[in-house]
């Protein structure tokens, strides 16, 4: 039976290989077989004898084979170039590729190239070579392009040896204990050869393996963000290598990976400076990082950054491009563009490539923003305890910018266009506007007036995996609409003529943004009343007693302290103070360094949590007899050897975990683990909060650090804040630490 799932299997890597050999028309496919033909008949009799495949091989090209046509192989090649399609069609484009350079020794490489085709089907056949398969595909290309310069003196002889010395004379030159070994980055190239040869002498199973760099390891992913500039010159630059830690693994909840966008445990960031002319690698070291600290500085929008843009450029930028616009000059376009990417915070190529909103198929009145979060794809069954958002919004632009505008895109208008469009204002106005300045000034100003991050990166369209926050915030579009609008009461102020900023043609009707978890203070009270006459002290000897309280407990802790759910979820006895309500949380150890943080829990958080820790004490005297073993997991709750929560299972103990949670809730409030943390960062955003602190109290990074960092102001009494708002919505939703 193993032999027969193997013999299936080779089938299916044969047509697989077949279909990659032949992928084209009639008339290449033909030219390909007719290469095929060619090879197979051309190898020397030293390898003829080692491959069986050669019949089915030349069998197959001949079902193939077509007269002779006008075109050649190398127009194979050119098309597939063209097409930047050479890492799909990688097998064809290297059966297509002859030698271009004359000095070459073309029977060697002819042997070369027959024995690489005839090794690429067997280990085509075996299956699990891909890489290698690839790799020597890719390198004899190279090779007949005259790219393999320094490695063609490295080439053994093919015409003098059999298979076996081919393969021993490549293993001789990569050895590590060959005192001739040729450099690193030449082995390198010659392994492309060695290790696909050695594979088909001996007939060897592929295998696959999980590899990254030696910087970045398993188990995540990585993203290269943006290229950053100092300047519109672009002479240096920077773009960073984000590891995105995919934690937990092997998990069907989306939810259990949302803190883990935009927190990254490695970063590594890439310099390139055309100024920098010292070859000292320390002084080029210090050169970088000193761009990079420019940079990062930059996109802090730090009120001490003496290059950030001024009031007084801006509305000279201001006042320039609406006389433009009014006076319908040969720069309109220009200036409609630059006040888009004004108002948008977008840089030139984002704001050619942002979508037009238009009313009735009318000029575009505005643009779209996408808003598409994990939690927004919910079961129809939850959808009545969930509140409906939408996954776009747009904003509008004033009514003089839209006007004859068929879209967004501005065609004809280049970088350098806007370039020198500004160094008009520049020489007139005595100012230093930059393509960057404008694009960054709405991060700059929202920034000084201390918006929230995460409505600064839900206006200037930034990706989501980039601010944690936004993945728990739900809003209407009317509080991003307040604040654009504030922006462009503002940059009004600046305008000769205020009114035209603020006068659009639409206005964006009311509408739920982001997570749908903000759950209504109606359904909350109805989870709490249904729970609390569960609670009755009459029950308590039962098991599914100690799951309620255990459950009605959790869910006033979870909204009280934005805990996320994790293995011993609201962590022990100890890392609390009932007297003080100091409450350690330690949730989240994927990062680099302490991560921990500490909260005031509610007052009536407290009360609830001392309720359910004398049922605890007064679970240790009943079981002590009867049931020691379980008796015992409550002492050891209550001592701080294990953590807070367990449940109850036909007896048994099982541990808080966030499967087991989802188990014993599932009857009650169905939603996923961490639905409070959206719950309570909505709503304190709701309440006018200080972003900061509700950073903190979550334990979301701000500004690529953790809130209670070394340079951190924030103090006790901003926790109290928090704890007194939440304190008030607990009660508010009928939570009580009296039962009947």
């Given at each position: 039976?193993?032999?027969?799932?193997?013999?299936?299997?080779?089938?299916?890597?044969?047509?697989?290989?077949?279909?990659?050999?032949?992928?084209?028309?009639?008339?290449?496919?033909?030219?390909?077989?007719?290469?095929?033909?060619?090879?197979?008949?051309?190898?020397?009799?030293?390898?003829?004898?080692?491959?069986?495949?050669?019949p089915?091989?030349?069998?197959?090209?001949?079902?193939?084979?077509?007269p002779?046509?006008?075109?050649?192989?190398?127009?194979?090649?050119?098309s597939i170039?063209n097409?930047?399609?050479?890492?799909?069609h990688?097998?064809?484009?290297?059966?297509?590729?002859?030698?271009?350079?004359?000095?070459?020794?073309?029977?060697?490489?002819?042997q070369?190239?027959?024995?690489?085709?005839?090794?690429?089907?067997r280990?085509?056949?075996?299956?699990?070579?891909?890489?290698?398969?690839e790799?020597?595909?890719?390198?004899?290309?190279?090779?007949?392009?005259?790219?393999?310069?320094t490695?063609?003196?490295?080439?053994?002889?093919?015409q003098?040896?059999?298979f076996?010395?081919?393969?021993e004379?490549?293993?001789?030159?990569?050895?590590?204990?060959?005192?001739?070994?040729?450099?690193?980055?030449?082995?390198?190239?010659?392994?492309?050869?060695?290790?696909?040869?050695?594979?088909?002498?001996?007939?060897?199973?592929?295998?696959?393996?999980?590899?990254?760099?030696?910087?970045?390891?398993?188990?995540?992913?990585?993203e290269?963000?943006?290229?950053?500039?100092?300047?519109?010159?672009?002479?240096?630059?920077?773009?960073?290598?984000?590891?995105?830690?995919?934690?937990?693994?092997?998990?069907?909840?989306?939810?259990?990976?949302?803190?883990?966008?935009?927190?990254?445990?490695?970063?590594?960031?890439?310099?390139?400076?055309?100024?920098?002319?010292?070859?000292?690698?320390?002084?080029?070291?210090?050169?970088?990082?000193?761009i990079?600290?420019?940079?990062?500085?930059?996109?802090?929008?730090?009120a001490c950054?003496?290059?950030?843009?001024?009031?007084?450029?801006?509305g000279?930028?201001?006042?320039?491009?609406?006389?433009?616009?009014?006076?319908?000059?040969?720069?309109?376009?220009?200036?409609?563009?630059?006040?888009?990417?004004?108002?948008?915070?977008?840089?030139?190529?984002?704001?050619?490539?942002?979508?037009?909103?238009?009313?009735?198929?009318?000029?575009p009145?505005?643009?779209?923003?996408?808003?598409k979060?994990?939690?927004?794809?919910?079961?129809?069954?939850?959808?009545?305890?969930?509140t409906?958002?939408?996954?776009?919004?747009?904003?509008?632009?004033?009514?003089?910018?839209?006007?004859?505008?068929?879209?967004?895109?501005?065609?004809?208008?280049?970088?350098?266009?806007?370039?020198?469009?500004?160094?008009?204002?520049?020489?007139?106005?005595?100012?230093?506007?930059?393509?960057?300045?404008?694009?960054?000034?709405?991060?700059?100003?929202?920034?000084?007036?201390?918006?929230d991050?995460?409505?600064?990166?839900?206006?200037?369209?930034?990706?989501i995996?980039?601010?944690?926050?936004?993945?728990?915030?739900?809003?209407?579009?009317?509080?991003?609409?307040?604040?654009y609008?504030?922006?462009?009461?503002?940059?009004?102020?600046?305008?000769l003529?205020?009114?035209?900023?603020?006068?659009?043609?639409?206005?964006?009707?009311?509408?739920?943004?982001?997570?749908?978890?903000?759950?209504?203070?109606?359904?909350?009270?109805?989870?709490?009343?249904?729970?609390?006459?569960?609670l009755?002290?009459?029950?308590?000897?039962?098991?599914?007693?100690?799951?309620?309280?255990?459950?009605?407990?959790q869910?006033?802790?979870a909204?009280?302290?934005?805990?996320?759910?994790?293995?011993?979820?609201f962590?022990?006895?100890?890392?609390?103070?009932?007297?003080?309500?100091?409450?350690?949380?330690?949730?989240?150890?994927?990062?680099?360094?302490?991560?921990?943080?500490?909260?005031?829990?509610?007052?009536?958080?407290?009360?609830?949590?001392?309720?359910?820790?004398?049922?605890?004490?007064r679970?240790?005297?009943?079981?002590?007899?009867?049931q020691?073993?379980?008796?015992?997991?409550?002492?050891?709750?209550?001592?701080?050897?294990?953590?807070?929560?367990?449940?109850?299972?036909?007896?048994?103990?099982?541990?808080?975990t966030?499967s087991?949670y989802?188990?014993?809730?599932?009857?009650?409030?169905?939603?996923?683990?961490?639905?409070?943390?959206?719950?309570?960062?909505?709503?304190l955003?709701?309440?006018g909060?200080?972003?900061?602190?509700?950073?903190?109290?979550?334990?979301?990074?701000?500004?690529?650090?953790?809130?209670?960092?070394?340079?951190?102001?924030?103090?006790?009494?901003?926790m109290?804040?928090?704890?007194?708002?939440?304190?008030?919505?607990?009660?508010?939703?009928?939570?009580?630490?009296?039962?009947?």
């Amino acid at each position: 039976m193993l032999e027969g799932v193997k013999e299936r299997f080779k089938h299916k890597n044969i047509e697989r290989f077949l279909r990659k050999l032949f992928p084209f028309d009639e008339s290449h496919n033909a030219l390909i077989a007719t290469e095929v033909i060619r090879l197979c008949a051309i190898i020397r009799e030293e390898y003829r004898g080692e491959f069986s495949e050669i019949p089915f091989l030349v069998s197959e090209a001949k079902k193939v084979q077509r007269p002779p046509a006008s075109a050649s192989l190398h127009d194979i090649v050119i098309s597939i170039s063209n097409s930047k399609k050479l890492g799909v069609h990688y097998l064809p484009a290297f059966l297509s590729s002859n030698l271009l350079l004359t000095s070459y020794d073309h029977n060697k490489f002819d042997q070369y190239k027959a024995l690489t085709f005839l090794s690429v089907a067997r280990l085509s056949f075996i299956g699990t070579h891909q890489s290698k398969v690839e790799a020597i595909c890719h390198d004899v290309r190279l090779f007949a392009n005259g790219k393999r310069e320094t490695m063609a003196a490295y080439l053994p002889d093919i015409q003098q040896l059999n298979f076996h010395q081919l393969v021993e004379a490549f293993q001789t030159l990569v050895d590590e204990d060959n005192e001739d070994r040729p450099p690193k980055q030449m082995v390198d190239k010659l392994n492309h050869y060695r290790r696909p040869y050695e594979s088909t002498l001996n007939y060897s199973d592929g295998y696959t393996r999980n590899a990254t760099g030696s910087e970045f390891k398993k188990s995540g992913r990585l993203e290269r963000g943006e290229l950053k500039t100092l300047d519109d010159d672009g002479e240096d630059g920077l773009f960073e290598l984000t590891q995105f830690n995919e934690r937990p693994k092997s998990t069907n909840h989306s939810w259990q990976k949302e803190d883990h966008h935009g927190e990254s445990s490695r970063s590594t960031s890439i310099v390139s400076s055309y100024t920098h002319t010292q070859p000292d690698y320390a002084a080029g070291a210090l050169h970088a990082r000193a761009i990079q600290a420019r940079i990062e500085k930059k996109d802090m929008s730090l009120a001490c950054d003496i290059d950030s843009a001024t009031t007084y450029e801006i509305g000279a930028l201001v006042r320039y491009c609406t006389h433009q616009i009014s006076t319908k000059s040969e720069t309109l376009t220009e200036a409609k563009l630059l006040l888009v990417m004004l108002f948008s915070g977008s840089t030139c190529s984002q704001a050619k490539k942002l979508k037009s909103k238009r009313i009735s198929g009318r000029t575009p009145v505005g643009f779209c923003r996408k808003h598409k979060l994990p939690s927004q794809k919910q079961r129809a069954e939850l959808l009545s305890l969930l509140t409906k958002t939408t996954e776009e919004f747009w904003l509008p632009l004033p009514q003089f910018v839209c006007q004859k505008l068929n879209s967004l895109t501005f065609n004809g208008v280049e970088e350098a266009q806007l370039k020198e469009f500004l160094s008009h204002i520049n020489k007139h106005h005595g100012t230093y506007l930059t393509l960057r300045k404008i694009s960054s000034y709405l991060r700059q100003k929202l920034s000084h007036d201390n918006v929230d991050s995460t409505i600064i990166a839900l206006l200037a369209g930034e990706p989501i995996n980039t601010t944690p926050a936004v993945f728990y915030l739900h809003l209407s579009n009317e509080y991003l609409l307040e604040t654009y609008n504030r922006y462009l009461d503002f940059l009004s102020r600046l305008a000769l003529d205020p009114s035209a900023l603020t006068l659009f043609d639409e206005i964006p009707s009311s509408s739920s943004l982001g997570s749908p978890l903000f759950i209504e203070a109606d359904v909350l009270s109805s989870l709490f009343s249904y729970l609390k006459p569960k609670l009755n002290s009459k029950r308590q000897k039962d098991e599914s007693f100690h799951n309620d309280i255990t459950i009605y407990t959790q869910l006033v802790l979870a909204i009280a302290s934005g805990y996320r759910p994790v293995t011993g979820w609201f962590g022990k006895i100890t890392h609390l103070s009932m007297q003080t309500g100091d409450y350690w949380i330690s949730d989240k150890e994927s990062g680099i360094g302490d991560n921990s943080r500490i909260i005031k829990l509610p007052e009536i958080a407290i009360k609830i949590l001392d309720y359910y820790l004398s049922y605890c004490k007064r679970r240790v005297l009943q079981l002590a007899n009867t049931q020691p073993e379980l008796s015992l997991e409550y002492k050891r709750l209550l001592t701080g050897e294990t953590h807070l929560f367990f449940y109850l299972r036909e007896g048994h103990y099982e541990p808080c975990t966030p499967s087991n949670y989802a188990f014993f809730i599932d009857s009650i409030f169905p939603l996923q683990a961490n639905w409070a943390r959206h719950h309570v960062r909505s709503l304190l955003t709701q309440k006018g909060v200080d972003p900061s602190v509700i950073n903190a109290w979550m334990g979301h990074m701000n500004q690529s650090k953790r809130s209670f960092h070394e340079f951190s102001t924030l103090t006790r009494k901003h926790m109290v804040t928090v704890s007194n708002i939440l304190n008030e919505h607990l009660l508010d939703i009928g939570v009580e630490a009296k039962y009947d």
